[in-house]
């Protein structure tokens, strides 16, 4: 049941623009199930459905995948005007930011979900990406590096 549930929300929010968890549970029982809000919101952040602005200036609930345009937009945006540089030590990839930028630059990374990337740590100026392998590391320092 909360496959097909979870199924026919991306269905809706493809066809639709939904902005509020309300509107949401309100098709969704429109389509024969039934749902609470809380039942949406577990659904909304297991799925990690975020909203993006519409060209309207409204925002509506969105999948990161189907919207990965947005999401590139976004971390282009934090990554140019922040970054300052790109280095490594070993499968750790470094950035250094300017103070106070690195945990935003951190989740947009994240949200890209770069394959050779394990997992990313943020401090105040600096981000360690870890690569899966040392090999793979050129290959993401170069995509960072492309990116300025």
């Given at each position: 049941m909360k496959y097909s549930r979870q199924s026919k929300i991306l269905e809706i929010i493809e066809a639709k623009d939904v902005?509020?968890?309300d509107e949401l549970a309100v098709e969704l029982r429109?389509?024969?199930?039934?749902?609470?809000?809380?039942?949406?919101?577990?659904?909304i952040k297991e799925m990690r459905l975020i909203k993006v602005l519409t060209k309207d200036g409204r925002y509506k609930y969105a999948s990161i995948r189907e919207k990965e345009g947005a999401v590139n937009d976004r971390f282009l945006k934090i990554y140019r005007n922040s970054v300052i540089s790109v280095d490594f030590a070993g499968n750790i990839v470094i950035i250094k930011t300017l103070v106070g930028s690195a945990n935003a630059a951190a989740v947009s990374i994240d949200a890209l979900n770069i394959k050779e990337?394990?997992?990313?740590?943020?401090?105040?100026?600096?981000?360690?990406?870890?690569v899966r392998e040392e090999s793979q590391v050129q290959k993401v320092i170069k995509q960072f590096k492309d990116l300025l």
């Open positions: 902005e509020t968890q429109a389509s024969g199930f039934q749902v609470t809000q809380a039942t949406v919101s577990r659904d990337i394990v997992g990313t740590i943020a401090g105040d100026d600096t981000i360690f990406l870890v």
